[in-house]
């Protein structure tokens, strides 16, 4: 079986079944992919240019090292209104059918030097809406991740790092161009923290040749991803590619390995939220836990709130106690001293 190797020429931004392959492979190959992070590196160029505080000087030479000036390359893609993820694809699987399952093994996932998570103000975070008067422009907080194993957030806070790719899914059947914000049934944007290397990804196939891009990688997130970014970063993904013709699926299915780290091993503070509504529940629950870690900790509501994307779960703990579901909010003590 052979090795294959797409680089950041190789970058588009929309699903579209019509966009030439970029690469073509056979059943059992193996593709390395080298991805942009969600902001294609300008989060990063704008740290720099302002002389942003929380981003050491060496740091921002590792950042800017490479980066794209006038944005990434298209390798000649006709571009769309919808500038969505840079994603690096499509791969077409040789054989793949509208039918077939994908087998995708995550066998490395490697983020970059650098990563951010950010809140902004009426933007795709949980509490955005009702936060904006007391989050001003946002805020973007940088994590050193040269370490490899962990990240230290401010003195005292330290994640263990778990890296995955956000995006990872196949071109849908149907005429695109589709934005790449929504998951859909061949997967996409699902931002599943569980898809770490050991993993397994089986994708329902529609489109001939399966198609697949992936690219948005965390270096580590909380299930729900609740200020709407993980710890954005560029990295390499490398995935072994087979195809499962015996074996028609719905929907994305997932076979992952034990928990890579012991982020768990110190206990949990959970908040919980009880609505009628699974979204309210669950901004009641992340409501009450970011006063916690304000109190308890001394963060600002920036950085508890970023943080709380970066290693806060929700789980919904009940959903048949009618009128009111309840979802959790778990803050892994772990990371604290």
Sequence with gaps: MRVHTLGHGSIHTVWNASLPPALR?????TVVLDTLDASYGGVARRAQ??????????????????????????AGRPTHSLRGHPLTGPVLVDGAEPGDTLVVDVLDVQPAAWGWTGCRPNGIGLLDAELAGELGEGHTHFWDLRAGSHADFLPGIRLPLAPFPGVLGLAPAAPGPHSTSPPRRVGGNMDVRQLVAGSTLYLPVEAAGALLSAGDLHAAQGDGELSGTGIETEGRLTLRLSLRKDWPIDSPQIKAPPEPTSLWSGGSYLV??????LLEAARTSLRGLLAHMRREYGLSLPHAYVLASACVDLRISQIVDAPNYTVSALLPLSIFG
């Excluded at 492979?25 to 190959?29: A, F, I, T, Y």
């Design 25 to 29: 492979v056979q059943p059992g190959d």
């Design 49 to 74: 240019a302002g002389g942003h505080p929380e981003l050491p000087p060496e740091l921002a030479a590792l950042i800017v090292a490479g980066a794209y000036p006038e944005g990434p390359p298209t």
């Design 272 to 277: 919980t939220g009880h609505a009628p509504d």
